[in-house]
């Protein structure tokens, strides 16, 4: 046992056992442990020499085992769990780096330490599904802020929620969900609605705003932002479950659902107004798409979309029907202009019964996309 201990160690040990002495043979040790260079018969040794030190009186014998360990993935489980569940100077370092504990072994820390301990758990370099779950459930603000931050940890689109749920109003928490490199679209959509609550008391206070004018950008800023979520190749999955997300948070308003149109979005329109008009999705289809005169008005009505909207509704079907993405770059922003466009040339015919009421609001509904040319073709059509 040349390799860790010098006859000049022991024999100072015999002589003066004190703690300092035995931290320096403890870190002397734990050190050609986690070489890995050991004889089994020389690592046998070691293990028992450090199981027996794990245990020691002094604190500072046993901090600088596991200071000396916490990056050694050959380490005993049995020495790695007795420091996980050592005083917090032992536990930290193991409970932050070690790879030897089980999910088992974290999850058995969480439900039973103090929050050093769960902290250093939710700082992991990975952090599992199950081991996320324990730590959203101690609700504890500093425990879940380090996991959120904590881009290696994965968090299940359940546990998202609850700590929306907790934490939905605290704006450190928030602010790392919005960074975070992958999240659910549900929990985006949440953190939207939040985000904008914040806007709209930012708004009030900053620019002394009419309650109505800053809900009306507010809402702007948030249909967008939801639109967004939805890249060009989300399933039919996706659209379904953003839909009725909306429709539960009762945010699925004639406004987004017009907005979705204009934007390209067929998909997210006749999902909608299947769900509104509590019919399948291909009734839906049938009937809003419909040459006729008569299956779009008869799904407004049963989704309950007042009725001084439903030219709205019409022109937005009859241009999206005409016209088509041409496949180049920017093809979004151009089948949007042309959609305005076309939109705006029916409100010039007055047999299209968009009365002057309706142009406007659909005109603020969507002079927030950005469309070039858009306020002279207002101007033109009014």
């Known amino acids: 046992m040349t390799q860790m201990l010098t006859q000049a160690d022991v024999q100072r040990l015999l002589e003066d056992p004190s703690s300092e002495h035995r931290r320096e043979a403890a870190k002397k040790i734990s050190s050609a442990y986690s070489t890995g260079a050991l004889t089994p018969e020389e690592r046998q ?23 000396n360990l916490k990056n050694y993935s050959g380490l005993s489980h049995d020495i790695a769990v007795t420091l996980a569940g050592d005083v917090d100077a032992v536990a930290l370092p193991i409970l932050r780096f070690s790879d030897v504990l089980t999910e088992d072994d974290l999850i058995g820390i969480v439900r039973s330490e103090g929050t050093a301990k769960q902290t250093a758990v939710a700082a992991r370099s990975t952090v599992g599904e199950r081991v996320s779950e324990a730590l959203v459930e101690t609700k504890k603000t500093e425990v879940v802020a380090t996991l959120v931050a904590n881009e290696g940890a994965e968090i299940s689109e359940k546990s998202y929620g609850e700590v929306l749920d907790e934490f939905g109003d605290n704006e450190k928490i928030n602010s790392s969900l919005v960074h975070r490199h992958s999240v659910p679209v549900s929990v985006v959509e949440r953190l939207v609605h939040l985000v904008s609550e914040k806007l709209q008391t930012e708004l009030m206070e900053r620019h002394d705003l009419p309650d109505g004018v800053a809900l009306d950008l507010i809402i702007q800023s948030r249909e967008r932002a939801t639109l967004g979520l939805l890249s060009s190749n989300a399933t039919i999955m996706d659209v379904t479950q953003l839909v009725n997300q909306l429709h539960e948070a009762g945010r699925l308003t004639p406004s987004i659902i017009v907005r979705a ?37 008869a799904v407004l009505d049963r989704a309950d979309v007042p009725q001084d909207l439903f030219p709205v509704f019409d022109a937005a079907v009859s241009a999206a029907n005409e016209t088509e993405y041409d496949g180049g770059s920017h093809d979004r922003e151009r089948f949007s202009r042309r959609m305005l466009e076309r939109i705006l040339t029916c409100m010039e015919d007055p047999s299209s019964g968009l009365g002057e009421g309706n142009a406007e609001y659909l005109l603020k509904r969507f002079s927030g996309l950005d469309v070039p040319g858009m306020t002279e073709a207002w101007q033109v059509a009014s």
């Open 261 to 297: 149109i204009c934007m390209g979005d067929t998909e997210f329109f006749d999902v909608a107004l299947s769900v509104l008009a509590r019919i399948p999705l291909g009734a839906a289809r049938a009937l809003v798409h419909d040459a006729g005169s008569l299956g779009l008005p």
């Open 45 to 67: 040794i070691a293990e028992d020499i450090l199981g027996v030190m794990a245990r020691d009186v002094e604190m500072n014998v046993r901090a600088a085992l596991a200071e």
